[in-house]
């Protein structure tokens, strides 16, 4: 479960919005670095990955994060739990980077042939696409990939059908099914019915 944190006595904002972190602790057992299970919304809050007593240099650290400092963190590796004091070794990771990050390590573990790298034709519609890409940041890597889209129209019966095309390599298209999987799940089957490998001529488009 995810503990959302509210952040009061925090710095002055200084951005028009503000942005979910998730935080991230380095673990005493095994050195790496584990979720904390807990979220924050910063409106002064780092573009990557940064500890919060980098942060909050020659600042006052809010409450909500210095009580983190104990917090046990249960490390997957050892199944034991252990405390970081050291608030420099306690991250903030705007979450979307988090997003990034699981729906890319979600997919390393299937098989792509890089030497023989097939290019996909990802076939989506415009509302569904719609929502898939507000869930990212323009610096999102998932962003990226689905601005690389193209609005085809196909005229059937007299009406004009709209339909986003993203043509992509196999590792991207599974990138694109693992956020449609999180973020817009009836997106799905529609995407494995409708797309294929690239051939249809159409016209289309910039997104």
Same mark, same amino acid.
Do not use: C, K, R
């Given at each position: 479960m995810q503990l959302k944190l509210g952040i009061q006595d925090s710095t002055p904002p200084t951005r028009n919005r503000a942005v979910q972190y998730s935080l991230l602790a380095l673990c005493n057992k095994c050195g790496a670095t584990h +979720?904390?299970?807990?979220?924050?919304?910063?409106?002064?809050? %780092?573009?990557?990955k940064q500890s919060i007593g980098h942060l909050y240099s020659g600042k006052t650290l809010p409450k909500s994060l210095a009580d983190l400092t104990n917090r046990g963190v249960s490390c997957p590796k050892t199944g034991r739990q252990s405390i970081q004091k050291d608030k420099h070794q306690i991250f903030l990771v705007p979450a979307k980077l988090i997003t990034y990050s699981r729906i890319a390590a979600s997919?390393?573990?299937?098989?792509?042939? /890089?030497?023989?790298?097939?290019?996909?034709?990802? +076939?989506? /519609?415009?509302?569904?696409?719609?929502r898939i890409l507000s869930e990212f940041d323009e610096e999102s890597p998932v962003y990226a990939i689905l601005k690389n889209g193209l609005v085809l129209?196909?005229?059937?019966?007299?009406?004009?059908i709209r339909t986003v095309e993203i043509l992509c390599d196999k590792f991207h298209a599974r990138i694109i099914l693992a956020a449609a999987e999180m973020y817009c %799940?009836?997106?799905i089957a529609e995407i494995e019915e409708r797309s294929d490998f690239p051939g249809r001529c159409t016209s289309s488009q910039p997104v």
């Open positions: +979720d904390m299970t807990v979220s924050v919304l910063l409106s002064d809050g %780092p573009i990557e997919i390393w573990s299937l098989e792509i042939d /890089s030497s023989n790298p097939v290019q996909i034709l990802v +076939d989506i /519609s415009p509302e569904h696409y719609d129209h196909h005229f059937e019966a007299g009406n004009d %799940p009836e997106a």
